[in-house]
């Protein structure tokens, strides 16, 4: 069983910055591929980031709407996975996921859909005001 824990969201002006962090339980924290998601009200959860490891090489992957402005990393001495959100946009106002899927491999179509995804956080408001 994994447990993943969000944190560091809130309020924030168009133009600020926040840094979502995920910390997981569980012994083998390097070996799996973490997502962030988020979902808007009245929308589908969608995917935001990814990052993914092939052997020694560590792949990341982005939605084209925040490709320049987050950054997905992680930390596996701290078992733990960052989102840092820049320029931030009022569109960006979500409710942001973490997940880890168990196969620290998924390629780009498959780290950006839900399913291979197998423990999901509670979920931290992030709000962006104009």
């Known amino acids: 069983q994994v447990q993943l824990v969000e944190s560091g969201g809130g309020l924030v002006q168009a133009g600020g910055s926040l840094r979502l962090s995920c910390a997981a339980s569980?012994?083998?924290?390097?070996?799996?591929?973490m997502g962030w998601f988020r979902q808007a009200p009245g929308k589908e959860r969608e995917f935001v980031a990814a990052?993914?490891?092939?052997?020694?090489?560590?792949?990341?992957y982005y939605t084209d709407s925040v490709k320049g402005r987050f950054t997905i990393s992680r930390d596996n001495a701290q078992n733990t996975v960052f989102l840092q959100m820049n320029s931030l946009k009022p569109e960006d106002t979500a409710i942001y996921f973490c997940?880890?899927?168990?196969?620290?491999?998924?390629?780009?179509?498959?780290?950006?859909?839900?399913?291979?995804?197998?423990?999901w956080g509670q979920g931290a408001q992030v709000t962006v005001s104009s």
């Open positions: 997940a880890a899927a168990l196969s620290a491999r998924c390629s780009a179509d498959e780290c950006k859909d839900l399913t291979p995804y197998d423990y």
């Open positions: 569980g012994r083998t924290f390097s070996s799996y591929a």
């Open positions: 990052i993914s490891k092939y052997g020694r090489i560590t792949y990341t």
